[in-house]
């Protein structure tokens, strides 16, 4: 009798093992065809509506392509580097990410997860300003022929984590009865989300100064890569130096050991800075608002300035100006980020832009408007703004609303200027026809001849010679001389 009930176990069990393979691998089999089908029909872009280079077939034969054509210089190190990003593209290419349901049941019964051991391991691409990280993965992700691939700024794809997040917890009903200690935790169905959006994840510009951020990203990649998740990623700090110095390191740690062990880590610090090469020249410093991707150019260029900072934490700073204090809200080491609105329409001296001068070597000042005798008081001060730094050889990068030459102009003057300069020629018993009365302070024909100046500084502050003059290292030694 005791064989025959263990003649039966064996056969019960003989029989789960052969349905639940056979589940696998129907469901992996359909799951493969329809994400297959996806890759195949979710990028309508066809390789010549994508720029010449990709009619190539892959990453190695279009940077050998941008070679032949003169766009780049041979690099021996950049083409090993190359080499590794066509290894991963040549894995991409047979790999597909187990489904939920597979997850499940290889959780379940211990099988039927030999796709997860087999996802290829991304890689994580740091070196200094210029050595073309970024311009390496593009070429990479333009290629690589997976429809759910994402390409996005590291600290873009933070925010909208942290937007989930927020919505997630929304929309869960509040939990009144005070017995239940347990919380909801949000993270792993945010990260289902993003893995479902897409399983190859490329990263520019990696990297964590935000304690909210270090705080979740070793569960959140922990859940992303545990669901098959690819990672590509440029930085300009190894892994080991992420989030250095900040507070709750030690939080954030097991995330660097979870990061180095999926994706292979490759320095691109060749000595060679190909951006800073041509950064001033070619008009790199200077974009106009009416560009579309003017905002996410001057974000390139900044996160391209602080790698060159010792430390890379960005945060607010505060000058005390004669007793004054003036907040400066983005500063990192001696660069900082600052509006038209922020230094030249609020109440701002030369004093001012003396202090900020002595501070930082570089400022990154947005959306700059045409200006017009309407604008006369903020005119004098962007015009005393560009006089302070040109002559303490601040580097200045703009967004400005045109090009130089034509950003001031006479225009007409405002009723409420027209009252104000009405108001003062009758305190000081001047008569309106008068020719005092068509002295400049009335006419601003010194804020246009003055703005002549002007012109001619900004077109030299966007110059190699002139950003050779200031020693970006220290931002006290105003000049090389």
Known sequence: MKSVKTTLSVQRRSFIVNFVNGFVKQYSTGTTTIQ???????????????????????????????????????????MTVVDQLQNLYNKLDSYEPPSGAVNWISKTFGFGGKNADEKPKGLYLHGH????????????????????????????????VHKRV???????????????????????????????????LCFDEFQVTDIADAVILKKLFTELFKSGVVVVATSNRPPDDLYKNGLQRGNFVP???????????????????????????????????????????????????????????????????????LLLPETCGGILKTDFDSMCKQARGAIDYLEISKEFHTVILQDIPKMTLFNKTEARRFITLIDTFYDNKVRLVCSAAAKPRDLFGAGNISQREYDNNRNLMDDLGIQEKSDVARS???TGEEELFAFERTVSRLTEMQTEEYWNLRDSTDPTNQSKS
């Not at 029909?41 to 509506?49: E, H, I, K, L």
């Not at 050595?131 to 925010?159: I, S």
């Not at 490759?266 to 008009?283: C, F, K, Q």
Request: hydrophobic share 35%.
């Open 36 to 78: 297959r089908d996806v890759k195949q029909t979710s990028d309508p872009r066809t390789p010549s509506s994508l720029g010449p280079e990709m009619d190539s077939d892959s990453p190695m034969a279009a940077y050998k392509k941008r070679i032949a054509l003169g766009q780049l210089q041979p690099d021996d190190y950049q």
């Open 129 to 160: 300003v210029g050595t073309g990280k970024t311009m390496l993965m593009d070429m990479f992700y333009q290629h690589c022929k997976v429809g759910r691939k994402q390409r996005v700024h590291f600290h873009k794809f933070m925010l909208d």
């Open 166 to 200: 927020h919505n997630l917890k929304q929309s869960v009903p509040r939990q009144y009865n005070v017995r239940k200690t347990q919380s909801f935790d949000p993270i792993p169905p945010v990260a289902k989300e993003i893995s479902d959006e897409a399983w190859l």
């Open 255 to 325: 995330f660097i050991g979870e990061l180095k062990k999926n994706c292979d880590v490759i320095s691109l610090n060749t000595g060679v800075d190909y951006r800073m090469n041509t950064l001033p020249a070619e008009g790199k410093v200077y974009f106009l608002t009416g560009d579309r991707q003017t905002e996410e150019r001057i974000d390139e260029v900044f996160q391209a300035l602080i790698a060159e900072q010792e430390e890379q934490v960005i945060g607010s700073r505060v000058l005390d100006v004669l007793g004054r204090k």
């Open 440 to 442: 400049s302070i009335f």
